[in-house]
């Protein structure tokens, strides 16, 4: 009886590692574009094995004390704006990719969106106003749409710390639209402070961790960077009882790709390929195996596959690179 019991302790600790694999979710952040998708955009991210898209629309704030969001216009790209969201979506979840709607910020000149902050009463109440109407309209689009995630901010750091009465109540309103899964994509260094992870149903971080000063950081170099930050990502999932998205990851094919990984500055372009593969490398192994972690969607992935990225790439897109292999490989496991 007692070695019946042990095989069977056995097998159900087999199958619940089969199912913590299974359910991973392995996705593309899928960049917005001036046209429409088809199949042949969505082959591509079929073939690297990913079972999820981030989809991304956009609004606009002129500066950071701006409290105006400008979406849904027509001098936005087809992808940024509902109309092409809602056909992205529509392609994507036809070959059976599930879907993240993640709208989004832009701050002119690319300023960090985790800074937006009013000068004033008055203006607070601008923004709230602005930004309900921005994320209220995304939430019917994803429950009219049956978006599996939906991402109610991205990187909004002072805009929370400052209202934080605000966001409460405005998870209430999305949940009274939307049915589905909610998360908030928090900053590396934001997500340990995020007041409002009870209420939803991932802890969602940008996980742009500083792994390495080297210039090609090698894999076990990483693994040991990692060991600072994993406990603490792992506390704050204990502490709300609640799965780690990474709701973006990735590294640049850049030198120093593990030092400061949220760079996106145009003056480093020295193309490593081997760092981008070895830093990725590391994340995988750090994280993908924990049935605490739910996964996480690759930053960034373009519709015109066959002009993107390439060796002699230095941005963040895997696309056409060595890393490209490896991630086809990891979201392959069962």
């Not at 955009?41 to 969001?69: C, Q, R, T």
């Not at 790709?257 to 070895?278: F, H, Y």
Request: aromatic share 14%; proline share 4%.
């Amino acid at each position: 009886m007692k070695r019946f019991k042990l095989l069977f302790l056995l097998l159900a600790l087999s199958i619940q590692s089969c199912i913590t694999q299974t359910n991973k979710i392995n996705g593309v952040s899928f960049v917005a574009s001036g046209e429409a998708i088809n199949d042949n955009h969505v082959k591509p991210v079929i073939n690297l094995n990913a079972n999820y898209a981030a989809i991304m629309p956009f609004g606009y704030i002129k500066e950071l004390s701006n409290p105006d969001i400008v979406f849904n216009t027509d001098r936005q790209w087809f992808g940024e704006s509902k109309k092409g969201a809602k056909q992205y979506i529509a392609t994507l979840k036809a070959k059976h990719i599930k879907i993240m709607l993640k709208p989004q910020i832009w701050v002119w000149r690319g300023e960090f969106t985790g800074n937006i902050e009013m000068d004033s009463e008055a203006d607070w109440k601008t923004l709230e106003a602005s930004y309900s109407k921005f994320i209220l309209e995304y939430t019917e689009l994803a429950q009219e749409m049956k978006v599996d995630i939906l991402c109610i901010g991205t990187e909004l750091e002072k805009f929370i710390d400052n209202r934080p009465d605000y966001w409460f109540s405005l998870i209430e309103k999305i949940k009274s639209k939307y049915k589905g899964k909610l998360t908030y994509a928090a900053n590396w260094d934001e997500f340990k402070r995020t007041p409002f992870w009870s209420k939803l149903d991932y802890i969602g971080v940008d996980a742009y961790f500083p792994v390495s000063n080297s210039k090609t950081p090698t894999v076990s170099e990483c693994l040991e960077g990692w060991k600072a930050h994993k406990p603490v990502v792992f506390e704050i999932s204990k502490k709300h009882d609640k799965p780690i998205l990474f709701t973006e990851f990735g590294y640049r094919s850049v030198d120093y790709s593990g030092k400061e990984p949220w760079k996106s500055d145009r003056s480093m372009n020295q193309v490593n390929l081997e760092a981008q593969t070895n830093t990725t490398q590391a994340l995988f192994e750090t994280f993908w195996k924990e049935d605490w972690f739910a996964g996480g969607f690759i930053w960034k992935w373009f519709h015109n596959y066959e002009k993107s990225g390439g060796e002699n790439n230095s941005r963040f897109t895997p696309q056409n690179k060595p890393v490209e292999t490896l991630i086809r490989k990891q979201y392959s496991l069962k």
